[in-house]
């Protein structure tokens, strides 16, 4: 092989060994994001764009991540969010819902149920769409995942059947855009970050 050539060669292999090596074999393939109606939007932050698109997982079964304890009740919080926007909060189970300026045309009433047992989520009023994309973030200190490191992928799943029980392997329509939030310290999860469209059903899960 003349010089030129093999120089070209070890530089490319050289290339990859540093990309593979600096790459998260958890973090999940991200691409760009689109809306609902099929445009593309950033999110506030340039979120969205950073999480990429959700994708269509008909078919798909994965198992609903448990809280650390058991809620003693269903856990419901009610708040009306405008067209400039606000934050929907559930400290006991550690979400947090923000809502950008320009996602909602007006005012609108939302609520939001946490399950008693897993991780999962009712917003309603169901089927409403945003024409921003809406930031969840969902801390993993009141989940089993708590202090441990991650032994697989997790995902933000869009459930479409309010009547589905979430015991098991759950079927799910959509996968969310999300990503997970590492300590810097520890190097263990903190958090679990998506993007939402639309109200349904969610649940945080694991394959």
Not at 111 to 124: G, I
């Amino acid at each position: 092989m003349p010089a030129k050539k093999l120089l070209r060669f070890f530089a490319v292999l050289s290339g990859a060994i540093i990309l593979a090596s600096c790459a998260d074999p958890l973090a999940p393939t991200l691409s760009a994001p689109t809306r609902v109606d099929g445009s593309h939007n950033s999110g506030p932050n340039g979120l969205g764009s950073a999480l990429g698109s959700a994708t269509d997982a008909a078919g798909l079964e994965l198992r609903a991540i448990w809280w650390s304890k058991h809620h003693k009740s269903v856990i419901r919080v009610s708040k009306t969010i405008g067209p400039d926007g606000g934050t929907i909060s559930i400290p006991e189970t550690g979400l947090r819902v923000e809502f950008p300026a320009g996602s909602l045309g007006s005012a609108l009433t939302i609520t939001v149920t946490a399950d008693d047992k897993y991780v999962a989520y009712k917003m309603e009023p169901s089927g409403t769409r945003f024409l921003k994309d809406v930031t969840v973030t969902q801390s993993l200190g009141t989940t089993e995942l708590r202090g441990s490191p991650l032994r697989s992928l997790l995902y933000a799943a869009y459930i479409a059947d309010d009547n589905i029980k979430l015991s098991g392997k759950v079927p799910v329509l959509e996968i969310e855009p999300s990503k997970t939030i590492f300590s810097p310290l520890s190097g263990l999860p903190e958090a679990q970050v998506w993007v939402i469209r639309h109200f349904s059903r969610y649940m945080l899960a694991s394959g």
